[in-house]
Nanobody, 121 residues
Framework: QVQLVEAGGGLVQAGGSMRLSCAASGRIFSSYAMGWFRQAPGKEREFVAVISRTGGSTTYADSVKGRFIISRDNTKNTVYLQMNNLKPEDTAVYYC??????????????WGQGTQVTVSS
């Protein structure tokens, strides 16, 4: 079992930056790829980014490529999402997840409770 707790959400103006973190406890953190997903009101949950177990590989959604950076620290059992040049369309609840290296949410076994990110124009 893996427990995931996100932190770092809030309100930011367009063009600003924010860093989300996701702390894991339970089974070995480094056994899992870690992903970030988001869900805006009235929309389906969508893939944002994923990082491999060692951190050597990353993949991003086209909508965030060049603005967001995913990273992880296996010594701290934590994954991060650095979000730069934020846009109002980035407003959503952001979720971290543990599972396989994939863009598909169904391949992830464990999910955090989510943290709200709101970008004002």
């Amino acid at each position: 079992q893996v427990q995931l707790v996100e932190a770092g959400g809030g309100l930011v103006q367009a063009g600003g930056s924010m860093r989300l973190s996701c702390a894991a406890s339970g089974r070995i953190f480094s056994s899992y790829a870690m992903g970030w997903f988001r869900q805006a009101p009235g929309k389906e949950r969508e893939f944002v980014a994923v990082i491999s177990r060692t951190g050597g590989s990353t993949t991003y959604a086209d909508s965030v490529k060049g603005r967001f950076i995913i990273s992880r620290d296996n010594t701290k059992n934590t994954v991060y999402l650095q979000m730069n040049n934020l846009k109002p369309e980035d407003t959503a609840v952001y979720y971290c997840a543990a599972g396989t290296y994939s863009r598909i949410d169904k391949t992830y076994e464990y999910w955090g409770q989510g943290t709200q990110v709101t970008v004002s124009s």
